[in-house]
């Protein structure tokens, strides 16, 4: 089997679950080589546009292959031969250009995708939670600044961009004002500056019990295979790592276990093997979902750590088995 993987390794550090995800596969028989293919190669520039009838360029990795030898991916490569593919792995943080999942779907017809390039961007943006009313907290598009005025008279909100990621543009909004990247604005400025920068939210309801932190669950092929609680440094309400969150090994609650069995059900039914979805306690003490990431997910490597189990070997695993069900 030959794997290709697209990522962007510009965005990485040490903490990357890619790294040791790509020696596990090398590490088994049936695994003939690993092709990563990132933007800083320069002759991916095209592709990784989006721009049809491009070529891709990859660099073969070693089983010694590390986070500090990331530099080779943008030198070291040679042409991909599409027809000798046949696995890939998108391993790609939003905002996902989707001419970029397009050229990927239309160029490896005859390889099986992980996940759908035609459901991530849908599956993985804000709106998709308005799917799941009774497992959220209150949701409402945005499309206006009168729309943010009229749910404010009842609820303090956070507005999130609709393809943003780790915390970044969220917006937490009440009637005596706005918090943007943690300075205070008055709600008419405020509210300026956000539909500045985009003309579509998602707001949610403001929680509380936001303190007691962010759970994120990876679920593969259904199963669920570990949980890690991220929580905010004092005095901050941003519970994400890249925020100065915190993480520790969590379990699952019944009420997490539900809503992974209810989330299943669209996105296996749209082609999504591995995702990642987020909990936090609502203001009835139980926890609700606030987030599903279908794009780039990571942590595996940081839960195996906490809980001791062998989580990268079993979702490799699930991969390779995953792939024989479809190729049969």
């Keep these: 089997m030959k794997i290709l993987v697209f990522t962007d390794s510009r965005q990485h550090n040490e903490e990357n679950s890619l790294y040791p995800f790509l020696n596990e596969f090398l590490s088994r028989d049936e695994v003939q080589e690993v092709l990563v ?4 190669c320069e002759n991916n520039s095209d592709f990784f546009l989006g721009v049809k009838r491009s070529k891709v360029w990859a660099h073969s990795i070693g089983a010694d292959f590390e986070f500090e030898k990331r ?5 070291d490569v ?10 890939v792995w998108m391993r790609l943080p939003p905002p996902l250009n989707p001419s970029l999942l397009d050229l990927i779907s239309d160029n490896f017809v005859e390889s099986l995708i992980l996940n ?18 009774e497992l959220t907290a209150p949701h409402w598009l945005c ?7 009229r749910i404010i008279t009842a609820h303090e909100i956070v507005l999130k961009p609709l ?13 005596d004002g706005a918090i943007i990247d943690g300075q205070n604005y008055d709600l008419e400025v405020g509210l300026n500056m956000a539909f500045a920068k985009m003309d579509r939210y998602i707001a949610v309801k403001f929680l509380q019990n936001v303190s007691e932190g962010d759970k994120r669950i990876i679920v593969i092929n259904g199963e669920v295979y ?4 991220r929580v905010p440094k004092d005095g901050h309400w941003l519970c994400n790592v890249s925020q100065g969150g915190t993480a520790i090994f969590a379990d699952i609650t019944p009420e997490e276990q539900h809503m992974v069995k209810v989330v299943d059900e669209h ?4 082609g999504i093997f591995m995702y990642g979805i987020d909990t936090l306690v609502g203001d009835h003490g139980k926890r609700v979902l606030s987030e599903i990431n279908t794009a780039s997910i990571g942590g595996l490597p940081q839960m195996a750590k906490f809980s001791g189990l062998n989580l990268l070997e079993r979702a490799v695993s699930s991969f390779l088995a995953y792939y024989r069900t479809v190729a049969i």
């Design 163 to 175: 393809s943003g990621y780790g915390g970044q543009g969220v917006i937490r909004v009440s009637q």
């Design 267 to 270: 996105l296996s039914a749209a």
């Design 71 to 75: 530099s080779l991916l943008a030198v």
């Design 116 to 133: 759908n390039p035609k459901t991530i961007l849908s599956t993985g943006s804000k709106e998709y939670l308005l799917n799941f009313p």
């Design 78 to 87: 040679d042409l991909v031969d599409r027809s000798s593919i046949d696995f």
């Design 37 to 40: 293919a990132c933007p800083s």
């Design 143 to 149: 499309d206006s600044e009168d729309d943010v005025r």
């Design 226 to 229: 570990g949980a890690s609680l």
